[in-house]
C-alpha cells in the first residue's frame, strides 16, 4: 500500500522560510516523477495549483509564482520529497499536497497547512 505523508506546514510571518517533508512508504519515489500541489481554501484538490515537480532524472519545474523563491529536491535513500519556501507571502497560505503516480495510478498525501500571516 503506497502511502504519503506531509509534514512541515505552519504559521510563518511574511518573509519567512518553511521546509516541507512528504515522506513515501510502499513505493519508490526515484522511478517516478513527484509533485507538491496546494489547495486554496474551497478548492478541490485535484483542481489544485501545481507548485513544483521533479523527475526521475532529476530535472525541475515551478509554478510561476513560485519560481526563485520554492525549491523542490528529493532523497532517494530517505524516499522523501521536499519543498523548501522562502520569501513567502500571505497569498502562498493554502493546504500542500504531496503526489506521486505509480503504474498510472495517482497517489496522494494528506496535506499540510501553510499559513502565512502576521
Known amino acids: 500500500q503506497v502511502q504519503l505523508v506531509e509534514s512541515g506546514g505552519g504559521l510563518v510571518q511574511p518573509g519567512g522560510s518553511l521546509r516541507l517533508s512528504c515522506v513515501v512508504s510502499?513505493?519508490?519515489?526515484?522511478?517516478?516523477?513527484m509533485g507538491w500541489y496546494r489547495q486554496a481554501p474551497g478548492e478541490q484538490r485535484e483542481l489544485g495549483e501545481l507548485?513544483?515537480?521533479?523527475?526521475?532524472?532529476?530535472?525541475?519545474g515551478y509554478g510561476d509564482s513560485m519560481k526563485g523563491r520554492f525549491t523542490i529536491s528529493r532523497d532517494n535513500a530517505k524516499n522523501t520529497v521536499y519543498l523548501q519556501m522562502n520569501s513567502l507571502k500571505p497569498e502562498d497560505t493554502a493546504v500542500y499536497y504531496c503526489?506521486?503516480?505509480?503504474?498510472?495510478?495517482?497517489?496522494w498525501g494528506q496535506g499540510t497547512q501553510v499559513t502565512v500571516s502576521s
Open positions: 503526489k506521486g503516480t505509480w503504474y498510472q495510478r495517482n497517489y
Open positions: 510502499g513505493s519508490d519515489i526515484s522511478v517516478t516523477s
Open positions: 507548485v513544483a515537480f521533479i523527475r526521475r532524472d532529476g530535472s525541475r
